[in-house]
């Protein structure tokens, strides 16, 4: 799930499966949900976003957050897109500020490695095209 409007497709479909317990209500807590890798699933499996004290000495000063933000995070269930939209917007301003999951790919890695070689093959061919016309001056 990696949009908005998956997550309210989802909401539309849902059932309660065999197994799954039958408690309705479920909450997760700020921190959890800044350090989850999909921000979109916490809008279809939970209901709130839990936001303690210590979350907001930590995290409110940070980034300029929604002026709602204490009534978005207390029922996920009726906000809509907007409202979804902003908090994921903050979360990822909040995480981008907090250098929070931001390790490099490997593939990354490898696309800058990548120009450094080209420039070092390039150097060698450029000395060996040098080398090559002093022979000829001699």
Known sequence: MNSIEKIFLKRKKRFIPDGMPLTMFRKIT???YLHKRNPYSVFV???????????????????KHPDDLAELMDDLNIIGKREVGSLIKWRDRLRMKLKIGREKDPLEEIEEEKPQEEKEEKKLKLGKKQFDSREDDI
């Not at 939970?46 to 980034?63: G, R, W």
């Open 30 to 32: 700020f921190d959890e």
């Open 45 to 63: 499996e939970y209901n709130q976003i839990e936001f303690t004290k210590e979350d907001k000495e930590k995290y409110l000063d940070v980034v």
